[in-house]
């Protein structure tokens, strides 16, 4: 499956954005789906992840993305969203879809990059304070 992140940009912060991730080559509602971002020097770091039919939601356990950042999908459009509110300087960073393939594993697990089976090439989030 192909994917393409979409929505970044320069926002002020306490501003909002909406990421999506649009997939194409592959049957969407066998993926389970997840959010990643790195920031410059630090590693890839996991945001939020749905489940195959988007009733199960899971994030991140730090305190900077909860209660502002909302993961969502619509399998008839083959897309994921990420709605980031109240955005912060630190919420900047290239933010990464990634896709998982089947459904047999625990929602928590896709918070591991590396058990992510498909990425996609990113977009850039920048948050002015």
């Known amino acids: 499956v192909q994917l393409q992140a979409s929505g970044g940009g320069l926002v002020q912060a306490g501003g909002s954005l909406r990421l999506s991730c649009a997939a194409s080559g592959g049957t969407f509602s066998r993926y389970g789906m997840g959010w990643f971002r790195q920031a410059p020097g630090k590693e890839r770091e996991f945001v939020a992840a749905?489940?195959?039919?988007?009733?199960?939601?899971?994030?991140s356990d730090s305190d900077s993305v909860k209660g502002r950042f909302t993961i969502s999908r619509d399998n008839a459009k083959n897309t994921v969203y990420l709605q980031m509110n109240s955005l912060k300087p630190e919420d900047t960073a290239v933010y990464y879809c990634a896709a998982k393939n089947g459904g047999s594993y625990y929602l928590t697990s896709l918070s591991s990059r590396y058990v992510m089976d498909y990425w996609g090439k990113g977009t850039q989030v920048t948050v002015s304070s």
């Open positions: 749905i489940s195959l039919s988007g009733g199960n939601t899971y994030y």
